[in-house]
């Protein structure tokens, strides 16, 4: 991989935003939508731009061949469910909470990867990351401002959707030789199958007038966070490989946390940027161990 240059750490800051800015929209979509629509047409929109990249690049879509229950089953744990469990979560929680919880992921990844893969195993400074951004997560369910009787269950349920993205990954390494535009496009249209029967069976949008604000958060969630960011995500990935992409980790948080005060004036403790730190730290050391292991296995 070359060595990024300046319009390569833009597009790496861009991807932050639109990711963290995610988290500030959900909370406005769930003024007019309940979390099964949201989830619904975040996948609707999403797929558009993803669906148009594979028709332009003439790339075989193959939701329906014979591996279609892997692209099924991704399309449920990596999309369907972690998109509601946040969504519900947003309800009651801050969405800059939901910013700092989700950004345990690469956390959890570590944990996983060291049981279920062969070169991602625990060594000092991992284990020394792990336990520091998780600490800030136990830190941060101290803060009885942020978390409390009423929605705790609601905090625990968005760190359940970042584990699901977790799983969605290991699941993914199943079908990994198949194009990622493929394999995008694929879950994307299972995510939409899956979630047709829920949403007509259990919200029923269409009999609400949505706000004009919550209906454009929502169009942003799909087109913009999901789709266009896969896409970016995607172009940083091919130039610059899977260890610089990576860093955008340490900025969702921090970018979630800014935004959601900015645009909807929600509270900022001091127990919020205490756990906000040390999940940054953390996230640091683990890439930090990570990039010394894959330069390792280079020079060998």
């Not at 944990?111 to 520091?132: A, P, Q, R, S, W």
């Not at 958060?217 to 999901?226: A, K």
């Amino acid at each position: 991989m070359r060595k990024p240059n300046i319009i390569d750490y833009l597009l790496l800051i861009l991807l932050a935003l639109i990711w963290a800015s995610a988290f500030f929209n959900i909370k406005i979509a769930t003024y007019s939508f309940g979390p099964v629509t949201i989830a619904f047409l975040r996948v609707f929109f999403g797929a558009i731009p993803v669906l148009l990249i594979c028709y332009y690049k003439k790339i075989k879509i193959e939701a329906f061949s014979k591996d279609w229950h892997w692209f099924a089953s991704i399309g449920f744990i990596n999309l369907v469910a972690p998109f509601f469990l946040i969504a519900y979560g947003v309800q009651s929680v801050q969405s800059n909470l939901a910013a700092i919880l989700m950004s345990t992921t690469p956390l959890s990844s570590t944990v996983l990867g060291h049981f279920y893969t062969k070169n991602e195993k625990f060594n000092f400074i991992k284990t020394f990351g792990i336990l520091i951004g998780f600490s800030g997560i136990v830190y941060l369910f101290s803060d009885n401002l942020m978390i409390n009787e009423n929605n705790f269950i609601s905090a625990l349920l968005i760190l359940l959707g970042s584990t699901c993205y977790v799983i969605g990954g290991v699941l993914t390494l199943k079908i990994s030789k198949k194009k990622n535009e493929n394999v995008t496009g694929s879950i994307l249209i299972w995510a939409i199958i899956i979630l047709i029967p829920l949403v007509t069976l259990i919200e029923q949008p269409w009999d609400t007038v949505p706000r004009l604000d919550s209906s454009i958060s929502v169009i942003y969630l799909g087109l913009v966070s999901t789709g266009i960011a896969w896409l970016l995500r995607f172009k940083i990935l091919v130039k610059n490989g899977l260890i610089f992409q990576s860093q955008v980790s340490y900025l969702i948080p921090i970018f979630g946390t800014i935004l959601s005060f900015i645009f909807l004036k929600e509270l900022i403790t001091i127990k919020v940027l205490v756990s906000l730190i040390a999940v940054s730290l953390g996230i640091y050391f683990v890439r930090k161990a990570d990039t010394k292991s894959n330069s390792k296995l280079i020079k060998d």
